[in-house]
């Protein structure tokens, strides 16, 4: 099975507020300090597609197992079977949790600015509940709250920052799949600075 997590889905954030000093340099370099949280650049869309393809098959088998986790022991697994083939799975996800990466993917590839992600599973995690921090531009953030909201994901804004979260991780790999859908929109919009 795939963990749900009781956390009430809401939208609290302000478009003036979003934070808008960022520079490629301090995006490139990790502006904020989350768990070790890499950046993960510029990936293309389809670089976000392969992830969320591989994320895909992984959430579900995980919904078919009878585990409390499925996706934890899904990835337990494929490490003790062949750990190289673990590291090379784990590449395609940029070392981010299985169900947080696609979108987070998926956002950088729409060019927006992620610094945080965790799937909350049920053991050696941090967050409470899925949650993926990113600073969108405002043009941005706008099909970003439209795309969460029919995702089912919520908004969260501090110090300029949103967290989106989820009560699961499907709800989050939709929105990424959602973003993808939706990539000629972004490529529209003009390039943040």
């Known amino acids: 099975?795939?963990?749900?997590?009781?956390?009430?889905?809401?939208?609290?954030?302000?478009?003036?507020?979003?934070?808008?000093?960022?520079?490629?340099?301090?995006?490139?370099?990790?502006?904020?300090?989350?768990h070790d949280y890499q950046c993960l650049g510029l990936p293309s869309w389809e670089e976000a597609a392969e992830c969320l393809d591989r994320e895909a098959e992984i959430l579900k088998r995980a919904a078919c197992s009878n585990a409390r986790d499925g996706i934890e022991e899904f990835l337990n697994v494929v490490e003790e079977e062949d750990d190289v083939e673990f590291a090379e799975l784990m590449s395609v996800f940029h070392w981010?949790?299985?169900?947080?990466?696609?979108?987070?993917?998926?956002?950088?590839?729409?060019?927006?600015?992620?610094?945080?992600?965790?799937?909350s599973g049920?053991?050696?995690?941090?967050?409470?509940?899925?949650?993926?921090?990113?600073?969108?531009?405002?043009?941005?953030?706008?099909?970003?709250?439209?795309?969460?909201?029919?995702?089912?994901?919520?908004?969260?804004?501090?110090?300029?920052?949103?967290?989106l979260y989820a009560k699961s991780v499907t709800a989050f790999h939709t929105l990424g799949q959602s973003i993808l859908e939706h990539r000629e929109a972004f490529d529209a919009l003009p390039q943040p600075t």
Do not use: K
Not at 4 to 12: H, K, Q, R, W
Not at 122 to 130: D, I, K, R, V
């Open 1 to 34: 099975m795939i963990p749900e997590f009781d956390v009430e889905i809401s939208y609290d954030y302000e478009l003036a507020d979003l934070r808008t000093n960022l520079t490629a340099e301090a995006v490139a370099t990790g502006f904020v300090d989350h």
């Open 96 to 119: 981010n949790d299985v169900g947080v990466a696609g979108v987070s993917l998926a956002l950088s590839a729409a060019r927006t600015a992620t610094f945080y992600s965790c799937s």
């Open 122 to 163: 049920l053991a050696n995690h941090h967050a409470e509940y899925p949650t993926v921090g990113v600073v969108p531009d405002a043009e941005r953030a706008v099909r970003v709250v439209e795309l969460a909201r029919r995702s089912g994901c919520g908004v969260g804004q501090l110090w300029g920052r949103w967290y």
